[in-house]
């Protein structure tokens, strides 16, 4: 349980970890969203056609790069045909609109990973759904992030670090209420009510 976690244990992943597993994952989706690989709808001009003519991965990075989301990590590799695609893979099976997709940190921790996926999804959706930013914050934090974690005082860390980011994004209109965070405490007794694992709206 919690109060049994001594801080030696509990590990915290860097920041280039955190920025090289989601621009291989959420990013490798949106580079097959935009490039229409999955659909064959191209969502940025030019997005197509840049896989079969880039010749290095940077070149690749810098078109499908997102205000504040450089993709810096992001890996591709060229096809038998000589196209690029993302080297791990155009993630066909998840869902085709962000809207629905669900992200689950299961050991949140202080939040680093749900900070880095608030930041990435805000800006996708509002290229994708042409929303504003203040929009984008709030449909992202009510949709798609998700955290749990064994440690009370971690999950408060990281609902507080979510809050913060939505305040002070650019453009998103500052200090507003926020909608209820998915976040959870899953290191309490299984006879604890609800309303005590839950945390309320910021």
């Not at 920025?19 to 097959?32: I, K, R, T």
């Not at 959706?125 to 064994?150: F, Y």
């Not at 860390?157 to 994004?169: E, I, N, P, Q, V």
């Not at 507003?176 to 309303?195: F, V």
Request: charged share 20%.
């Amino acid at each position: 349980g919690a109060h049994e976690l001594p801080a030696v244990t509990q590990l915290f992943t860097e920041p280039y970890m955190v920025a090289f597993l989601l621009d291989n994952s959420l990013g490798a989706w949106w580079v097959s969203k935009i490039a229409g690989l999955r659909d064959g709808k191209e969502l940025r001009p030019g997005a197509g056609n840049i896989l079969k003519t880039a010749e290095t991965e940077e070149e690749l990075r810098k078109f499908f790069a997102l205000p504040g989301v450089p993709l810096e990590y992001l890996r591709f590799i060229k096809t038998e045909s000589g196209s690029w695609i993302p080297a791990s893979g155009i993630f066909e099976k998840w869902p085709a609109n962000l809207s629905e997709l669900k992200t689950l940190d299961p050991s949140c921790g202080s939040g680093h990973f749900l900070v880095a996926a608030l930041l990435m999804l805000a800006a996708m959706r509002m290229e994708l759904e042409k929303i504003t930013a203040s929009e984008a914050m709030s449909l992202v934090l009510r949709d798609n992030i998700h955290g749990l974690e064994l440690d009370r005082r971690c999950v408060e860390l990281a609902a507080f670090a979510l809050a913060f980011t939505a305040w002070k994004y650019p453009g998103a209109g500052g200090y507003r209420r926020l909608p209820e965070l998915n976040m959870a405490c899953s290191g309490l007794a299984i006879s604890t009510k609800k309303r005590n694992g839950l945390l309320l709206p910021v």
